[in-house]
């Protein structure tokens, strides 16, 4: 006994059973799972499940932004024959619907499978800008697809300056990594770097016969106020002319958080040159920035 049973406006299977039996007189073929999906591109997987004693010379997936797409679509070859085969359809637009068919082609003519659909990953930019007194390293302007993460951002001190840390939009908060990576853009955001001037300000008093043996500096530290819970130590070197750094003093964000700290260095010996600078570190122990020299 023979039907025929008109599946699809693009084509026809004409089947014919025999006893228990079934047999199409073209391929059948099966459209499976859509994988990897991306803003411009993803996976089809497809079986060829029989092929009635015709060679099938081509199979693969078609792709179209409307419904029912075939081979004058954009469409891959994945091989011939039976059995399982995947498809990887590139080119896409970010945030777009997209239809895909399986599909079998063989001398009686072409077979689709189930018509199945997908929609591609959002597109999101990400911009990081650097305030005044310090610039950044690596890709200012990004753009990435819905859950990507950026690639890495340096902030870079200029002289007499430190990197305190970022802030930013679109969900992005606040962070003192540096270099600082974004993960799991969801959004656009725009992220700025921020950095403090840190100046070094002092006075020599000298000795003076029995009154005073050595003399002293009094040294003013100051930088724009910060958050005292901010990971940052400030470092106080001091050296002669230059040569033989000695750490004179170590001093916590919460020290400067109205923006100014004043210590004295004793024991100055009279008639030598000193030299001061600050050196600002993060909690991992990395230079973020420094002052200028001061000298006594």
Known sequence: MMSFCLLD??????????????????ARVETLDIEDVFGASATVRGK????????????????????GPDLSDRHTVDGTGMGYFKSALTGLEPNTKYYVRAYATSSAGTVFGENKSFITKKAF????????????????????????????VKAIAAEGSFFVGWTGDGGFGTSTDNPLIVSNVTSNMHIVAHFSPIRLQGERITSRGNTLKHDIGEIDISCDAIDAALPLVF??????DGAGRKLVAQI??????????RLLDTRLDSGTRYHYEVEVLNHKGENVGGSEVLIL
């Not at 406006?9 to 073209?26: E, I, R």
């Not at 916590?252 to 700290?261: K, M, Q, R, V, W």
């Open 9 to 26: 406006p693009k084509y026809f299977l004409h089947d014919w059973f025999l006893g228990d039996s079934q047999c199409p007189g073209m």
């Open 252 to 261: 916590a964000a919460s020290d400067l958080a109205d923006g100014n700290h």
């Open 125 to 152: 930019k990400v911009i990081f800008e650097a305030n005044d007194g310090g610039s950044l390293l690596g890709e200012s302007s990004q753009e990435m697809l819905s859950g990507d993460s950026s690639s890495p």
């Open 48 to 67: 060829v499940t029989m092929d009635c004693g015709l060679e099938v010379t081509a199979r693969g997936t078609c792709w179209s932004t409307e419904p």
């Open 235 to 240: 470092k106080l070197y001091r050296s002669i």
